[in-house]
């Protein structure tokens, strides 16, 4: 199994900015993609920004600008530099680790062994 453990969010002012980390641990040979998705209250959880291996990103426009999103494979962990931080970005943001592969055996396998996984949730608010 794998588990996704987030940390760095919290409280700050508009203009501010804050980083997120989460860092996936467990069985793991390779991860496809990581990345960063949110849900505000009444709304459907979006994506903000993934990354794949190779270091190719995708964001959302909203957030294009002034979010960076990182990756370091080395230690399964992804990073979301949040900047210019402003009160519609306030929600709970959720990692993503996709097309895990948890050995080399179900890497070369000619079944589809991949997984999906989610972290806990951390809470941003942006408010004054």
């Known amino acids: 199994q794998v588990q996704l453990v987030e940390s760095g969010g919290g409280l700050v002012q508009p203009g501010g900015s804050l980083r997120l980390s989460c860092a996936a641990s467990g069985s793991i040979f390779s991860i496809n993609t990581m990345g960063w998705y949110r849900q505000a209250p009444g709304k459907q959880r979006e994506l903000v920004a993934v990354?794949?291996?190779?270091?190719?990103?995708t964001s959302a426009d909203s957030v294009k600008g002034r979010f960076t999103i990182s990756r370091d494979n080395a230690k399964n962990t992804v990073y979301l530099q949040m900047n210019s931080l402003k009160p519609e970005d306030t929600a709970v943001y959720y990692c993503?680790?996709?097309?895990?592969?948890?050995?080399?055996?179900?890497?070369?396998?000619?079944?589809?062994?991949?997984?999906?996984?989610w972290g806990q949730g951390t809470q941003v608010t942006v408010s004054s």
């Open positions: 990354i794949n291996g190779a270091g190719t990103t």
């Open positions: 993503k680790a996709e097309g895990v592969y948890w050995s080399y055996d179900d890497y070369r396998s000619p079944e589809d062994r991949r997984h999906d996984y």
